[in-house]
């Protein structure tokens, strides 16, 4: 008999389930273990390690510079953390661009070495072929369209996409072949909610909106911006479930003070 608790893991099927079901799918980034941990444990479904690591966690002003091996390190951290809910880990800039052996490679490193469940990428028809290819070794993918941030220097602001016809009409084309190619799922961020409604009625694969609107079938945050550890960062989509930045800056100065006046440690405290 085992002595382990069966514990009901959330896998890319249960996402299509939910969807046909209409149950909204959560999803939220992590980057280490014990973030991961807390997420995982509060009944997260989805743990994204996101290059927004480039972001929050190396301070970087894009998700550009991020390599490979340092997602595969966030990856394995969370993948240690979590008991149940899924672990999608995005593919970063240069990983999967310039060939689909290229971009195969780069999933089955992933895979390997961080034990996360699947993998995510940005773009539509120009990479569909490598998506294909992924999937057929056996690994699923999240699919990720509208605003897709390794794309900065290409559209040269963070504003919302897919507000004129063109773009739109190409973004609907482009979901329809993700699905095709055999994604599980698709990101859309930062389009107008009609547009992702739509989308997301055409769809038998759940969508997670980020600034999507709410008839996405999902959503996703980065966890610094929804509990607020920097609270400069404050765009409409946002919204921001605790002030860290605030709590953490008081302990903190309420340390430095305790320790130069000697409050830090008491007897009780010492040995
Ligand atoms: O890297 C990330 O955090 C993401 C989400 C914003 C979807 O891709």
């Keep these: 008999m085992s002595v382990h608790k069966e514990v009901k ?14 149950e909204k799918i959560s999803m939220i980034t992590a980057y280490d273990f014990s ?9 997260i479904d989805v743990i994204l390690v996101g290059d927004s690591a480039s972001n929050v ?3 970087h002003e894009t998700t550009v510079p991020i390599t490979l091996d340092q997602m595969i ?12 809910c899924l672990v999608v880990v995005d593919m970063p800039f240069g990983s999967y661009q310039s060939n689909s ?21 940005e773009g539509g028809a120009e ?12 690994i699923p993918v999240m699919g990720h369209l509208g605003l897709t941030p390794q794309s900065i220097y290409k559209f040269g602001t963070y504003n919302v996409r897919a507000k004129e016809e063109a773009e739109a009409a190409q973004l ?19 389009i107008p909610a009609s547009l992702a409604r739509e989308v997301s009625q055409s769809l038998a694969i759940p969508t997670i909106g980020i600034g999507a609107g709410a008839d996405c079938d999902g959503q996703v945050l980065v966890m610094h ?34 320790v130069k006046s000697s409050d830090f440690p008491s007897q009780a405290e010492s040995y």
Aim: hydrophobic share 45%; glycine share 8%.
């Design 225 to 258: 911006d929804m509990l607020g550890i920097n609270n400069t960062f404050r765009p409409r989509f946002l919204r921001q479930y605790l002030n860290l930045q605030e709590s953490i800056t008081g302990a903190v100065q309420q340390y430095i003070q305790d």
């Design 9 to 22: 893991k959330i896998t890319t099927n249960t996402l299509l389930k939910m969807k046909a079901a209409g």
């Design 101 to 121: 052996d290229i971009a195969l490679a780069s999933a089955i490193r992933i895979m390997k070495e961080s034990g996360a469940h699947s993998i995510k990428l």
């Design 73 to 84: 390190y966030h990856a394995q951290c969370v993948v240690r953390g979590i008991d149940r």
């Design 35 to 43: 973030f991961a941990r807390l997420f995982d444990a509060a009944g």
């Design 172 to 190: 609907k084309k482009d979901a329809l072949l993700l699905q095709e190619a055999g994604c599980f799922a698709l990101v859309l961020e930062k």
């Design 127 to 138: 990479v569909v072929e490598s998506i294909r290819k992924i999937v057929s070794a056996g």
């Design 57 to 59: 966690m190396a301070g």
